[in-house]
């Protein structure tokens, strides 16, 4: 199973960016299809980004022109930029690495607090 380690999390102001980065253990990195989550207090775990083993994204309407995932094989690596954060983007943020065949590996999460 891949270990993965979310880092980059923290406390920003509304209408701010940070990047998040999931590093991950996996020697075949590339062919994983990475994800990013987000789970806020009482509600239910959710997928808002996401890229393929060929570099294609997709993302939740609710983060759709603010969020970019990408990934850096090189480094074993996928980030997420969050840019014009608000306060609903308030959550506990996870990767997500899938790949046919195999269990899926979940990171341990990092914070990001959205508040002025």
């Known amino acids: 199973q891949v270990q993965l380690v979310e880092s980059g999390g923290g406390l920003v102001q509304p209408g701010g960016s940070l990047r998040l980065s999931c590093a991950a253990s996996?020697?075949?990195?590339?062919?994983?299809?990475m994800g990013w989550y987000r789970q806020a207090p009482g509600k239910q775990r959710d997928l808002i980004a996401a890229?393929?083993?060929?570099?294609?994204?997709n993302y939740a309407d609710s983060v759709k022109g603010r969020f970019i995932i990408s990934r850096d094989n090189a480094k074993n690596t996928v980030y997420l930029q969050m840019n014009s954060l608000k306060p609903e983007d308030t959550a506990v943020y996870y990767c997500?690495?899938?790949?046919?065949?195999?269990?899926?590996?979940w990171g341990q999460g990092t914070q990001v607090t959205v508040s002025s």
């Open positions: 996996a020697n075949l990195f590339s062919i994983y299809t």
């Open positions: 997500k690495a899938d790949r046919v065949g195999v269990p899926s590996s």
């Open positions: 890229i393929t083993r060929g570099g294609s994204t």
